[in-house]
């Protein structure tokens, strides 16, 4: 991920330098409009590089897909908690993804904590310590 990053930022700072040599030939306005998704293409997959998965359990469960999505979770809306082998192939991708009534945070193929809710929405997301977190989760809903 890290290369990919790197390959990310040394393109962008590559269309820059070709945005200023372009807009010294042929004029500021065609120059933007050859250059302008490019830029945007680059800059959206920096964004995705750098985003993050976060999970806080305390009073309320918190997911968020860092800088993009964020979501608050009750333990009276959860049904249940599991840990579940989790493929991206199953969501169609990588990052922030949904496919019927789930939403998943998937960062490749590897175990996720897997929260249902009441009104069965799932919640599929790969952390960096899923069984820890289901743990804690757990815990508080039985404290409930």
């Avoid at 004029?27 to 050859?34: F, I, N, W």
């Avoid at 082998?85 to 990588?94: A, I, L, P, S």
């Avoid at 929405?121 to 820890?132: G, K, T």
Wanted: include cysteine; charged fraction near 25%; charge should be neutral.
């Amino acid at each position: 991920m890290k290369a990919l990053g790197t390959f990310l930022l040394l393109s962008f700072g590559g269309m820059i330098v070709l945005t200023v040599v372009l807009t010294r030939e042929i004029g500021v306005a065609p120059a933007t409009l050859t250059m302008l998704p490019s830029v945007l293409v680059l800059a959206v997959g920096l964004l995705l590089v750098t985003a993050s998965v976060q999970v806080e359990v305390d009073d309320h469960i918190e997911l968020r897909f860092v800088p993009v999505w964020r979501r608050r979770l009750d333990y009276g809306e959860l049904e249940t908690v599991e840990i579940a082998d989790q493929t991206w192939y199953r969501f169609g991708g990588v990052g922030l993804r949904w496919k019927g009534n789930a939403t998943g945070l998937i960062l490749g193929d590897r175990p996720a904590v897997v929260l249902r809710t009441r009104d069965e929405h799932e919640y599929v997301v790969q952390c960096r310590d899923p069984a820890r977190v289901a743990d804690s989760v757990r815990l508080r809903m039985e404290a409930r």
